[in-house]
């Protein structure tokens, strides 16, 4: 997840009148404002003990006049406050990809609420979801974490341990959760600190740098130097809208990568959605590290990272070189016992083949179904989908790396529309324009964000 840059970027609204965006946000903020009693109430009493008034602060960015506030979550749906009920197709950003409270991880959170919750020892579920997680990713030596970010902070201090190498390799307009070492952006070609990036003393740009996505010669260049640890990489950028790689990118890419003994980490946090192994097994992407978060505990915090046989050896004795003390990796309560049961439930239940093959059914029927609505409104937008996950952009073709994903931005359209949505029952991710379908979504749940996908259109358009 990303926070959108400025509300009016400045571009004309992707073939929609600037004015009756305009138009159509101010109703809907006043439609919005009116049907929400209870969350405004909560609002102001929020803002009495909590800084933004929210838990954490990015959660006053959806671009609803005030937080929505939530009574419960369950499978596909929301229930707010005032008693709406919404279809979730942002559920959680992915960290419900399963849906909301999966009887299967509620009833092993209830079981193991117990018998003890946090221990700092090893249970009986973490030999079992290791090697639950070797056989769906494919690599053979895992460890935890408590978020994906975490796990990404780690992933990059085994490596530069591992290689005795300092660089990290991102593309422009990644996102890896909180990890600073990512928050370099190329801006006129040159790698410069992400504008809103706060409270960061250290010279980023000394030991990152960046390039873009599906860019060869450039990311050769960059591997050139020879002092890169690791590419850290999803293998289609997901927070930025979406990215797919050129056909024969990641071969080409992890080909180069090896060349310059540089190590390819993947960050699957998202690309989940693509099977239960991931986006770079399903398509043959030779990674020597993984990551995986957000919905691996069905929405519990937790994450995990596997490594090659190869890379683990490297990172063991990396360890074993080093005097006895803190390393710099884990948190007290990494893999408790209440977070292994999540994912041993999780694993067992949902990363199947079977699950995932209506999830990607559904999440294609979505995309045809937005791809007809631009078509018959002849919007110069366009629709991705990979795996349960789709998006829709405010460009005619997919863009092709970070810079053509943030010009194609456009906050004010996407708040406008995503307020329509929320008016009108139904809540996409905000930031972007992501929709992601869970086990619990129904062909009619699809329908209803199609209708008023459509009636939106309408209105922006004037028919
Ligand atoms: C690809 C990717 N990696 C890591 C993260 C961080 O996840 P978390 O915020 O759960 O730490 C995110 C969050 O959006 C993400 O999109």
């Known amino acids: 997840m990303t926070a959108a840059a ?23 903020r006043e439609h919005y404002a009116n ?57 959680g950003d992915t960290g419900a ?8 991880v509620a009833q092993a959170l209830q079981a193991q609420a117990v018998d003890g919750l946090t221990t700092m020892l090893a249970g009986e579920n973490a030999a079992v979801v290791a090697a639950m997680l070797a056989e769906r990713f494919g690599l053979p030596q895992w460890q935890f974490a408590m978020t994906a970010t975490d796990a990404n902070r780690f992933v990059l201090r085994w490596l530069r341990a591992a290689t005795g190498r300092p660089v990290l390799l991102v593309f422009n307009g990644c996102y890896h959760g909180t990890v600073d070492d990512v928050f370099v952006d190329l801006v006129d070609g040159r790698p410069v600190h992400r504008a809103s990036l706060l409270g960061q003393v250290h010279d980023l740009t ?14 050769e260049a960059a591997l050139a130097p020879g002092d ?17 790689p050129d056909p024969g990118y990641w071969e080409q890419a992890a080909a180069s990568i090896r060349r310059h003994g540089a190590l390819l980490a993947m960050d699957e946090t998202h690309t989940l959605t693509s099977g239960p192994g991931g986006y770079a097994r399903l398509h043959g992407i030779d990674a020597d590290a993984v990551v995986v978060g957000k919905a691996l505990g069905g929405g519990m915090p937790c ?10 050896e490297r990172v063991q004795a990396a360890k074993r070189a080093a005097p006895p003390g803190h390393s710099g990796i884990g948190t007290t309560l990494t893999a408790n016992l209440l977070a292994m049961a999540a994912m041993r439930a999780t694993l067992d239940t949902f990363l199947r083949p079977e699950v995932f093959a209506p999830l990607h059914g559904r999440a294609a029927r979505l995309a045809q179904g937005l791809e007809a609505a631009i078509r018959r409104h002849q919007l110069p937008w366009c629709v991705t989908q ?46 972007h324009n992501m929709m992601l379908v869970c086990p619990d979504t129904t062909d009619a749940h699809v329908d209803r964000l199609l209708g008023v996908f459509e009636a939106a259109i309408v209105e922006l358009t004037g028919g």
């Open 35 to 91: 049907a929400h009693p209870r969350s405004r109430a909560m609002a102001s009493r929020s803002a009495e003990h909590m800084m933004f008034g929210v838990p954490l602060h990015w959660m006053c960015d959806w671009g609803t006049p005030f937080a929505l506030h939530v009574e419960r979550a369950r499978g596909a749906e929301l229930l707010d406050v005032d008693g709406h009920t919404l279809v979730d197709f942002c559920l």
């Open 228 to 244: 890169v640890a690791c590419v850290l990489a999803e293998p289609v950028m997901t927070n930025i809208g979406m990215v797919l």
């Open 386 to 431: 990979v795996g349960a996950r789709t998006e829709f952009q405010f460009r005619a073709l997919p863009p092709r790396n970070g810079s053509e994903a943030a010009a194609a931005m456009d906050a004010e359209l996407e708040h406008a529309l995503h307020l329509y949505f929320i008016n009108r029952g139904v809540l996409i991710t905000p930031f």
């Open 303 to 312: 994450a995990a990272y596997g490594f090659s046989a190869e890379l683990s």
């Open 6 to 28: 400025s509300l009016n970027n400045g571009h004309p609204a992707a073939g929609i009148a600037r004015a009756r965006v305009q138009a159509l946000l101010a109703r809907e």
């Open 206 to 219: 000394a030991t990152t740098r960046v390039v873009e996505f599906n860019d060869l010669a450039a990311l």
């Open 97 to 104: 990809m399963f849906g909301h409270s999966p009887p299967a």
